[in-house]
T-cell receptor
C-alpha cells in the first residue's frame, strides 16, 4: 500500500464551483498533514496545514481531516482559473523526519 | 513565509559532467534540508535528508556516491550530481524546515537538469 494516495484523475470544474480533492494515508499514527499547490514547472507552495480532526478554513480553502478513517481532503470554493494546478497531499508520519507526498491531483478550472 | 533560494533554476550539461545545485534558507536557520526529485507528471520523490554538520541520510535506491550532499551551515545545503547521465535529467527541488517549526516545509524554486 502506498503511503499517501491520491487516486482521482484530472478534475475539471467550472469557474465559481467547488473543487473537492481527497487523500488517504497508511500510517494511523500520522500527526501532520499538508496540502501543496504546484504549477507546472514550479516548486510546490504550501497552502494548508492541518493537525487535528475536523475542518480548517483559510480563505477559499478548507481542509478536512478524519484520522479514524485516515483521510484528508481539500475543498476549493469559488474556483478561479488561477487555481488550475496540481495539488499535492503530504503527510508527516509519526516519529519520522520526512514528508511523504501523494502523486497529486490536477485541477483545471474552466472559465 | 520563509524563503528558500535554489540555484541554478535550470542547467544543461554533457553526459559525464558534474552539476552542483545550491539551496539556501534566506531568513531562517534550517537544521534540516530535504532533496527531492520529480519526473514529469510524477510526485516528489525524497532523495535524501540533509542535517547540518552531519552526513546525509539517503532514501533506499539513491546512490550516495552519485548524489553528494553537503550541509555545511545552517543556511546552505548543496547537491552535486556526479558523472551525470541522461537518466538523471529531472526536476530537483530542495526544501527546508525551520528550526522549531511544526514540520512545515518551504521549498526552493527547483532546478531543471537536462543531461545531453
Amino acid at each position: 500500500q502506498k503511503e499517501v494516495e491520491q487516486n482521482s484523475g484530472p478534475l475539471s470544474v467550472p469557474e465559481g464551483a467547488i473543487a473537492s480533492l481527497n487523500c488517504t494515508y497508511s500510517d494511523r499514527g500520522s500527526q501532520s498533514f499538508f496540502w501543496y499547490r504546484q504549477y507546472s514547472g514550479k516548486s510546490p507552495e504550501l497552502i494548508m496545514s492541518i493537525y487535528s480532526n475536523g475542518d480548517k478554513e483559510d480563505g477559499r480553502f478548507t481542509a478536512q481531516l478524519n484520522k479514524a478513517s485516515q483521510y484528508v481532503s481539500l475543498l476549493i470554493r469559488d474556483s478561479q482559473p488561477s487555481d488550475s494546478a496540481t495539488y499535492l497531499c503530504a503527510v508527516n508520519f509519526n516519529g519520522n523526519n520526512r514528508l511523504a507526498f501523494g502523486k497529486g491531483n490536477q485541477v483545471v478550472v474552466i472559465p | 513565509g520563509a524563503v528558500v533560494s535554489q540555484h541554478p533554476s535550470w542547467v544543461i550539461c554533457k553526459s559525464g559532467t558534474s552539476v552542483k545545485i545550491e539551496c539556501r534558507s534566506l531568513d531562517f536557520q534550517a537544521t534540516t534540508m530535504f532533496w527531492y526529485r520529480q519526473f514529469p507528471k510524477q510526485s516528489l520523490m525524497l532523495m535524501a535528508t540533509s542535517n547540518e554538520g552531519s552526513k546525509a541520510t539517503y532514501e533506499q535506491g539513491v546512490e550516495k556516491d552519485k548524489f553528494l550532499i553537503n550541509h555545511a551551515s545552517l543556511t546552505l545545503s548543496t547537491l552535486t550530481v556526479t558523472s551525470a547521465h541522461p537518466e538523471d535529467s529531472s526536476f530537483y527541488i530542495c526544501s527546508a524546515r525551520e528550526r522549531g517549526s511544526n514540520e512545515k516545509l518551504f521549498f526552493g524554486s527547483g532546478t531543471q537538469l537536462s543531461v545531453l
